[in-house]
């Protein structure tokens, strides 16, 4: 298994810029989760999915989107890109209590 | 959401030295679970605690559940440079938070 797989490692992005950042698992897990983890900071809940087609916020939303069309993929969209979304995201899978991560996302929007 | 609180922010200690990170919540929880992150990595999952007063052991750390389970612990003993990282507790349902952190430095 490769756990959770994201795509890009790392991305710069221009202000006003879209762009989708990609999570696969191939564990079947039902439960996944994006996190965004600014420098020194926690992490913060943006989005998650309890299922394929169900979806719903989490603390942080605002400028962000999501889809789950299906059990492995669940990708986030940033539209119209702004300096403050520039942070490292997480995707994750949970299962029977234990959390497993990508390796991130690093997002720089200049 | 989940407000879980963690304390101390940042430690710094002496090789050698023990460390614990507490993580405090205002509501009753039906688990919690400790992550590690190093520098520059992603989370990676350590224990899961689900029964009043349970206390586990992983070599040199040791994981508490409170008996209200409302806090939880987690001891260093004798710490060692493979040691330093961000000690995270979490708390699953169907949204998962994850507590501030505790920043760990351990100095040779």
């Known amino acids: 298994n490769a756990g959770v797989t994201q795509t890009p490692k790392f991305r710069i992005l221009k202000i006003g810029q879209s762009m989708t950042l990609q999570c696969a698992q191939d564990m079947n897990h039902n439960y996944m989760y994006w996190y965004r983890q600014d420098p020194g900071m926690g992490l913060k809940l943006i989005y998650y999915s309890v299922g394929a087609g169900i979806t719903d916020k989490g603390e942080v939303p605002n400028g962000y989107n999501v889809s789950r069309s299906t059990t492995e993929d669940f990708p986030l969209r940033l539209e119209l890109a702004a300096p403050s979304q520039t942070s490292v995201y997480f995707c994750?899978?949970?299962?029977?209590?234990?959390?497993?991560f990508g390796a991130g996302t690093r997002l720089s929007v200049l | 959401g989940q407000q879980v609180m963690q304390i101390p922010q940042y430690q710094h200690v002496q090789e050698g030295e023990d460390f614990t990170t507490y993580c405090n919540s205002s509501?009753?929880?039906?688990?919690i679970q400790w992550y590690k992150q190093r520098p520059g990595g992603h989370p990676v999952f350590l224990i899961q605690?689900?029964?009043?007063?349970e206390v586990k052991k992983q070599k040199r750390l040791t994981f508490q559940f409170g008996e209200a389970k409302k806090n939880s612990s987690l001891h260093i003993t004798a710490t060692q440079t493979t040691d330093v990282g961000t000690y995270f507790c979490a708390v699953d349902g169907n949204q998962f938070y994850f507590g501030t952190g505790t920043s760990l430095t351990v100095i040779p």
């Open positions: 605690l689900v029964k009043s007063g």
């Open positions: 509501t009753t929880l039906s688990n």
């Open positions: 994750a899978s949970s299962y029977s209590g234990r959390g497993y």
